[in-house]
């Protein structure tokens, strides 16, 4: 039996789908998510709890604490906050938002000591500036001050 001929609207429908789909395919891969995609997502960083107040976190920081050395790093979690923590020297931290400005994700990884979005792979340095996108915005760095192996955050 002969094969029945497509109709020009079938053809149209199935050339849509298919440019539908490499659109698709294409915007996967140039979010870090696609096949191929060769973006060290890290390992999750470790987890402080902190207490919160009045728009304050505050981190009692022990010898057995990530942070407890210069280059150590952490996700500091309290009600209602999380920050990315950097010990960047003696006496002194940077805290960041945890939320990606790609697209609103949780930053909770490392790799190779910078930040790392698991969600489609954007890389942050210890102070929060874009190290790699599709991030284009550097996260969003808070006052904090440590004194006596004590950690505040105010934000």
Known sequence: MPE??????????HACQLATFASAASLLASCGGGPGSS??????????NASRANGVTTVTIDAASPLNSVGGMAFVQATGASFLVARTAQDA????TSTCT???CTVSNVSAG????PCHGSQF???????RGPAGVALHQFPSSLVNNVLTING
């Open 4 to 13: 029945k001929p497509h109709t020009r609207r079938e053809f149209c429908v």
């Open 39 to 48: 973006v060290d997502i890290g390992s999750a960083l470790p987890t402080i």
């Open 93 to 96: 931290c940077t805290a960041l």
């Open 102 to 104: 790609h697209q609103a």
């Open 114 to 117: 910078v930040y790392t979005c």
């Open 125 to 131: 340095d210890p102070s929060g500036r874009v190290v």
